[in-house]
């Protein structure tokens, strides 16, 4: 016999403070009948179906969330292909939908804000109507607030976009994270005295450009470095992709064709054009004592 199955449903994407909310109420649930936790999420996300001209970018990638979520304690993942035919479900059908998938169903948890069903028609309050009429019970999650705001993907997309960071990373509950392997370069930043290491990386979301505290993770540990995002004007003579690349402080960086996370930990500043390669240096040489400090590396 199959244990009974609690499942969080959303699109999840950044696994923040409410989102882990939604997981700690399915958690309980399941603790309390020894059953699993399962979430249920979207790929791809909705917008990109129901609106694709204005498409939400994501802030994780499919890889990223499912971690997420599996350290938050979801012990089954089911992305579901969210088409046109999912989409026309309608509202009061969605819970049988659910029952058919999910044999084992025993309770639903969503956000108080949750929209389900063709034309987003359903709620929180009919879902719990409906449910009942599965015999599925259903708990709605109030919004997590983190000091006067709200938590949320789309505020967290756009403190990134801003360059909050710190509040960015406060909603996420565990920092902000790049992944990525490490590529060749121009090996500029040799001839100045600070090596770099580029990372292959495109994130939907592109955060603002700026320099960054970060820790490169590589086989395990978390190397302290100096990291710069943005199209490199200093040494750029016009608009490039934007690349991300590190300056590692303390111990051996890794090379090329290694694949790494980097850990975002504080925004130094903007990212901005010098006059020549002798101010980038000075300027670099500042940003790396600042990381230093911003990372404990400093008394």
């Given at each position: 016999m199959s244990l009974p199955l609690h499942l969080a449903i959303g699109a999840f994407d950044g696994v923040h403070l409410g989102h882990r909310a939604v997981l700690h109420s399915a958690r309980e649930a399941a603790r309390a009948d020894g059953?699993?936790?399962?979430?249920?999420?979207?790929?791809?996300?909705?917008?990109?179906?129901?609106?694709?001209?204005?498409?939400?970018?994501?802030i994780f990638t499919?890889?990223?969330?499912?971690?997420?979520?599996?350290?938050?304690?979801?012990?089954?993942?089911h992305?579901?292909?969210?088409?046109?035919?999912?989409?026309?479900?309608e509202a009061a059908d969605f819970p049988k939908w659910l029952k058919q998938t999910f044999p084992h169903l025993r309770s639903l948890h969503v956000g108080s804000n949750f929209q389900y069903g063709r034309g987003r028609a359903g709620n929180g309050e009919t879902f719990i109507a409906h449910g009942a009429a599965e015999n599925l019970g259903v708990k709605l999650v109030s919004a997590v607030r983190l000091?006067?705001?709200t938590v949320s993907s789309s505020r967290i997309r756009q403190?990134?976009?801003?360059?909050?960071?710190?509040?960015?990373?406060?909603?996420?509950?565990?920092?902000?994270?790049?992944?990525?392997?490490?590529?060749?370069?121009r090996r500029l930043g040799r001839t100045i005295?600070?090596?770099?290491?580029?990372?292959?990386?495109?994130?939907?979301?592109?955060?603002?450009?700026?320099?960054?505290a970060v820790e490169v993770i590589f086989k395990g540990e978390a190397l302290p470095a100096v990291a710069n995002y943005g199209q490199r004007p200093t040494v750029e003579s016009g608009p490039v992709a934007p690349l991300l690349e590190?300056?590692?402080?303390?111990?051996?960086?890794?090379?090329?064709?290694?694949?790494?996370?980097?850990r975002w930990v504080?925004?130094?500043?903007?990212?901005?054009k010098f006059a020549d390669l002798a101010a980038l240096r000075a300027q670099i040489a500042k940003d790396s004592g600042a990381a230093k400090q911003a990372l404990g590396l400093l008394s």
């Open positions: 059953g699993l936790v399962g979430v249920l999420t979207y790929d791809p996300h909705p917008s990109k179906v129901l609106r694709p001209e204005s498409s939400v970018p994501l499919r890889a990223q969330k499912d971690e997420r979520l599996t350290e938050a304690g979801a012990q089954v993942i992305h579901e292909k969210f088409d046109r035919n999912h989409a026309g479900i000091g006067d705001e403190c990134l976009s801003a360059g909050e960071l710190a509040l960015a990373n406060a909603m996420l509950l565990r920092p902000y994270e790049a992944e990525g392997v490490i590529i060749g370069g005295g600070f090596p770099t290491v580029n990372v292959a990386w495109e994130p939907e979301l592109k955060p603002a450009y700026g320099v960054y590190a300056h590692v402080l303390r111990g051996i960086a890794p090379t090329t064709g290694d694949a790494v996370r980097v504080r925004r130094l500043r903007a990212e901005q």
